[in-house]
Structure formats: structure tokens, C-alpha cells
Nanobody
Framework: VQLQASGGGLVQPGGSLRLSCAVSGRSFSTYSGGWFRQAPGKDREFVAAISWRTGITYYADSVKERSAVSRDSSQNSVYLQMNSLKLEDTAVYYC????????????????????WGQGTLVTVSS
């Protein structure tokens, strides 16, 4: 399966962005979708995920009150809506696909993802 992330850009603090991840190669219906990010000089970290099996969503504490991950099986896509963006949200955001259906402990571990998109840059700056 191949993934293509898009929707990044420059946004002011407090603004919003919706990241999209288009999946091709096969149906995304049996993959969980995950979002990770890597800020300059830092390791890649988990942001959010949605289970293919249950539809349950999982979030990192740093974004859970400000974000929503969703999927559209008909479009073979997964999305990440981010609101009230902060300077520390600046990073390259990656989408990924996992055959695991959960739980959080599994889906927050990037080693459990089989395929990755190329990343889209989100810059939060005034």
C-alpha cells in the first residue's frame, strides 16, 4: 500500500489545518491509519491513530483536545484535523498504515506500521 500525505503549510498560532492521506495500491479498509510527526532536531513521535477494526481513535496527550483523526473508506483516505495550533506543532507530519487494529499501546508504536507516506510540513508561525 502507498500513502501520500498532503495539506501542510504555514499557519498562524491558533489556526487550523486538515491533513489528508490518500492511500493507493489496495483497500485501506483493513488498515489502521496513524499520524506521526517529527519536529526539527527531535525524534518522530505519535500524534493520532484510528483503528480499522473498531473505529476507535487514539491521540497523544499533546494534541488530544485539539485534534480529530478520521477516515473515509470510500475515498481510501485518512485525515487529521488540527485546531488551535501552537508553535510546538511545527513538524513534518507523516501518515502510516498498520495491519493492527489496536489497542493504543500498539498503534502509538511506529514499529507497528508497515507503510509510510512521504510527509507534509506544517509550520506554525506568526
Amino acid at each position: 500500500v502507498q500513502l501520500q500525505a498532503s495539506g501542510g503549510g504555514l499557519v498562524q498560532p491558533g489556526g487550523s489545518l486538515r491533513l489528508s492521506c490518500a492511500v493507493s495500491g489496495r483497500s485501506f479498509s483493513t488498515y489502521s491509519g496513524g499520524w506521526f510527526r517529527q519536529a526539527p532536531g527531535k525524534d518522530r513521535e505519535f500524534v493520532a491513530a484510528i483503528s480499522w477494526r473498531t473505529g476507535i481513535t487514539y491521540y497523544a496527550d499533546s494534541v488530544k483536545e485539539r485534534s480529530a483523526v478520521s477516515r473515509d473508506s470510500s475515498q481510501n483516505s485518512v485525515y487529521l484535523q488540527m485546531n488551535s495550533l501552537k508553535l510546538e506543532d511545527t513538524a513534518v507530519y507523516y501518515c502510516a498504515a498498520s495491519t493492527f487494529g489496536g489497542p493504543m499501546l500498539v498503534l502509538r508504536n511506529q514499529r507497528n506500521y508497515d507503510s509510510w507516506g512521504q510527509g507534509t510540513l506544517v509550520t506554525v508561525s506568526s
